[in-house]
């Protein structure tokens, strides 16, 4: 009894972070879509890129059917109805979109796709690095193919400042505490506090990893 409550609570934990990490890129695509100007079917199509394109590649990498989103359609409703809210409310408060705008969502959606990420490969039984790229590509994947949908390099390469090696270090952490004997869900909790933390770190201190520099 006691396994099959704490595998159900891992369940519900789990489906919370992915649920709040598809709203936080859902609108981080929506805000990139309106900076572009984006018309309803483009604001739309680039939040459903944002806010499940990681998770199809990691879906896809680790053999799993159907990709989430097709088992919890309520996250495509819940993607569509906040792209048409975002939208409304955003043209009637005439608020001023810009890339600074989009950094917050994108923050917190990195962390929480990161730790789901690895949760579900290490419940495939996944080795620990494919764990902590898992989590890695579910986390930073949706964004690139949103700037790529409108027409940037990705943030996630051009900024030179920590993205996926934020969601690295998270997700070790993760793989790091799972043989600790803590609550299950405290691995995930400690990878999402430490990928978001660390990119709101790199964003205020203005820290930079090496790029490459052409004379």
């Known amino acids: 009894m006691i396994s099959v409550t704490s595998a159900s609570f891992l369940d519900t934990a789990r489906q919370l972070l992915e649920v709040a990490a598809t709203l936080a890129f859902a609108l981080s695509g929506v805000i990139k879509a309106a900076h572009k100007r984006l018309d309803a079917v ?3 199509v680039v939040a459903f890129l944002a806010a499940f394109g990681g998770g199809t590649l990691r879906d896809l990498l680790l053999d ?3 990709f989430f989103w097709v088992r919890h359609v309520e996250f495509v409703w819940g993607t569509m109805g906040l792209s048409v809210r975002a939208m409304l409310f955003l043209r009637q408060r005439h608020f001023r979109i810009t890339e600074r705008a989009m950094l917050w969502p994108d923050m917190l959606g990195l962390g929480l796709f990161a730790a789901v990420g690895v949760d579900i490969a290490a419940e495939a039984g996944m080795p620990a690095l ?3 790229m898992m989590g890695v590509i579910t986390g930073v994947f949706g964004g690139v193919l949103r700037d790529l949908m409108c027409g940037e390099i990705p943030q996630a390469f ?5 993205y996926a090696v934020c969601a690295f270090i998270g997700g070790w952490m ?5 043989g600790w004997g ?8 400690a990878c999402v506090l430490v990928t978001a933390g ?4 790199a964003l ?3 820290w930079r990893i090496p790029h490459w520099r052409v004379d």
């Open 198 to 201: 660390l990119r709101s770190l």
């Open 204 to 206: 205020w201190r203005g």
């Open 42 to 44: 483009g604001v739309c």
């Open 182 to 189: 803590l609550p299950e869900a405290m691995p995930m909790l």
């Open 158 to 162: 051009r900024d030179h400042q920590p």
């Open 174 to 178: 993760d793989v790091g505490l799972r």
């Open 64 to 66: 799993q059917r159907p």
């Open 130 to 132: 494919i764990c902590v």
